[in-house]
Nanobody, 129 residues
Framework: QVQLVESGGGLVQAGGSLRLSCAASGRTFSGYIMGWFRQAPGKEREFVAAIRWSGGITYYADSVKGRFTISRDNAKNTVYLQMNSLKPEDTAVYYC??????????????????????WGQGTQVTVSS
């Protein structure tokens, strides 16, 4: 059974940085895409970033490009989200997600929550102004 456990959230001032971690277990993740999503109170869940476990190709939402970096450590089976230049509008619960890539879907399918079968419990990020 796939398990995803996020950590690293917290309270930070605007302009600060945080690094989120997602420890993945339960199987080998080659062939998977790993995503980060976030959901602020009263708002829809939104895509933040994703990475193909094999090859490390990355994808970002426009709102975080140039500020956030997604990466993975194969040896630790962990995906990271380095968040710099944080803004109050980045405040949300951040979720890690995983899905075996299906070749018949375009990559944009994985920009939606429907593209993922496995989810972590979430970690709160709060950015104060």
């Amino acid at each position: 059974q796939v398990q995803l456990v996020e950590s690293g959230g917290g309270l930070v001032q605007a302009g600060g940085s945080l690094r989120l971690s997602c420890a993945a277990s339960g199987r080998t993740f080659s062939g998977y895409i790993m995503g980060w999503f976030r959901q602020a109170p009263g708002k829809e869940r939104e895509f933040v970033a994703a990475i193909r476990w094999s090859g490390g190709i990355t994808y970002y939402a426009d709102s975080v490009k140039g500020r956030f970096t997604i990466s993975r450590d194969n040896a630790k089976n962990t995906v990271y989200l380095q968040m710099n230049s944080l803004k109050p509008e980045d405040t949300a619960v951040y979720y890690c997600a995983a899905q075996l890539i299906r070749g018949y879907y375009s990559i944009t399918y994985y920009y939606t929550g429907d593209g993922y079968a496995y989810w972590g419990q979430g970690t709160q990020v709060t950015v104060s102004s």
